[in-house]
Structure formats: C-alpha cells, structure tokens
C-alpha cells in the first residue's frame, strides 16, 4: 500500500521493554481523525528495509492498547526473529516513524454482546477527559438490572486488545464484574500486570471499587513457572476442568457471562470449542451473543 490518502504518518514517542528481545510497547502520536472502538486493531506499516526513507510498503495487524479516548496509540508486540516486520518494529526509537492506516478494523468489541438500539455509549462516555478516569453515570450499554459478567481471556500479546477495553469507562459500567485472565510461559511475560493491579489502589476508581471490591479480577497464569496460588496449567485445561471458574470466584455460566477470546490459534480453537459445548456462541444476524473471538495471525 503505497496510496497516501489511505495512511498517516506518526511519530513514535516511546518505547518499553517488557522482555529485552522478545516483548515490547512502542507509543506514538494519534492522528485526531483517526476514531476506534476499544478492542479494534490497526494496520501500522514500514517501508521496505532497502528503502528506509520510502513509503510504506509492510504492513502489520495490531491490536490498540490505547483507549479509544486517548490521543496517542500504544501497541504491544512479540518480536518473531524470523519475521519481517517485528524486528524492524523492535529496532523503533523515540522520533522514528510509523504508518497507521486511518481505518480501524475488528469486531473485539464490547457492543457486540448487546442489541444494536444500545450499542453506543451516552456522551457522558466520550466527554471525560481521561480515558482511565472513573466513568460517568449513564455511560453504559446494560442496565443495572441486567448486567453480565465479562470474561477476557487471553495468552501473550492477545492482552494488547483487552487493554484499550479496560481503559473505556464504558466497560467499566456495563458489566457487573470483570475478569482477565493472562496466560504466559513465564511470569516476566505478564506485560501490564503492575498497571492493571494498581487501578484498586488509584483515586479515580476509588467509587467503583468501594462500590464493589471485586469490580476487577485478575488472573496472572504462566506455564512454565509456578506462581503463587496459580495453578502452571493452559486456560484450556483449566476451563476443562472448572479450576478457572474456582480461581476466579465467579461462575462461567452463558446465561450471565460474556466471554472474549484472544491470543495464539492453538488457544482459540480449543477454547472456542470449550465454550460451545458449555453453551457461549457468537452472535449472528444481529442478535447478540456471548462469545467473541479475535483472530489475525
């Protein structure tokens, strides 16, 4: 892709190693046209490695990490030593380029799990400043009344698409409680562990959790490596045999969850057939459901 009107030029303003040649975030500049829905991904490019100065000419699907109300992009990476692009994407500094098409893409999103007459947030949703802010009245697509659970699971970077959701207030207010599980190999891969383990402990969602202590609850689980009170098993194995649903203190019941997937094929094909001999399915001809599932290896 080479048409300029199709992408924008952003700058890269920082870069974190989770994994020193493995795991890593870059952040860039955000094209204040360029709208998304938490859970979508982007296409960032790179010009072709020949010709370091020229457009863009590899392209790359990536989850945003950001929130939708934020006004710069975060995305989060494995570096493929084979690959093409993620050692290029790794080998980014701060004041380097990185082309985003200016067309969102995906269907990770939480409006999928309701009717389509309330699948966009109030604006009180869209007016808050920041994005990790404790959301506003109203800003919720399910009624108190109503309200299910919602299950995010994850392995490795499949997290990157959880992270936009957790960080819209509609979430926040749209579910009952919330649960994330983060499969690994080892614990030093538990990218964002530290953040999202804070938010109890931050002012601005001081009401929801006074509200509810168990508004979030996560699940950090490696492998390869015993973590305390963790069991080193797959998510697989662990819904299988119910110990997901012990860990977590909530029930995995279709009736009253939502579930998303994301992560390695492997992991998606198993689970998703986990899931449907439980009774979760994604929704068809606009009728909501209760399993969605990303997938764009």
């Excluded at 870059?26 to 490019?45: H, N």
């Excluded at 509609?170 to 190999?185: D, E, K």
């Excluded at 891969?189 to 931050?202: H, K, T, V």
Aim: charged share 25%; net charge neutral.
């Amino acid at each position: 892709m080479t048409d300029v009107s199709k992408y924008t030029r952003q700058t890269v303003t920082e870069v974190r190693s989770w994994v020193p040649g493995k795991l890593f975030s870059l952040r860039v500049t955000r094209d204040p046209a360029y709208l998304f829905k938490a859970g979508q991904f982007a296409r960032v490019g790179l010009p072709a490695a020949d010709d370091p100065d020229g457009p863009p000419t590899l392209w790359r699907a990536y989850s945003m990490v950001s929130g939708p109300l934020e006004d710069a992009l975060e995305f989060y990476s494995i570096v493929v030593p084979e690959g093409e692009f993620s050692p290029r994407l790794a080998q980014l500094r701060v004041g380097d380029n990185l082309y985003v098409e200016k067309t969102p893409y995906g269907f990770l999103t939480i409006d999928r799990f309701f009717p389509a007459a309330t699948s966009s947030a109030p604006p009180e949703a869209a007016a808050l400043e920041a994005p990790t802010a404790a959301p506003a009245a109203g800003a919720t697509l399910a009624t108190r009344e109503t309200k299910p659970d919602l299950w995010l699971l994850a392995t490795g970077t499949g997290l990157s698409a959880y992270l936009s959701i957790l960080r819209d207030p509609a979430t926040w207010t749209s579910f009952r409680r919330i649960i994330v599980v983060h499969g690994v190999r080892r614990a030093e891969e538990l990218a964002y562990r530290e953040e999202i383990e804070s938010w109890s402990r931050q002012p601005e969602f001081a009401p929801i959790y006074r509200a509810d202590p168990r508004k979030l609850i996560y699940l950090a689980i490696a492998t390869r490596e015993a973590l305390p009170g963790m069991p080193s098993e797959r998510l697989t194995t662990l819904i299988a045999d119910g110990r997901l649903e012990q860990l977590a203190g909530e029930r995995l019941d279709p009736k009253s969850a939502k579930v998303m997937l994301c992560g390695n094929p492997d992991m998606l094909s198993a689970a998703r057939k986990l899931l449907g001999e439980m009774g979760f399915a994604p929704g068809r001809r606009g009728i909501p459901g209760n399993l969605a599932v990303e997938n764009y290896w």
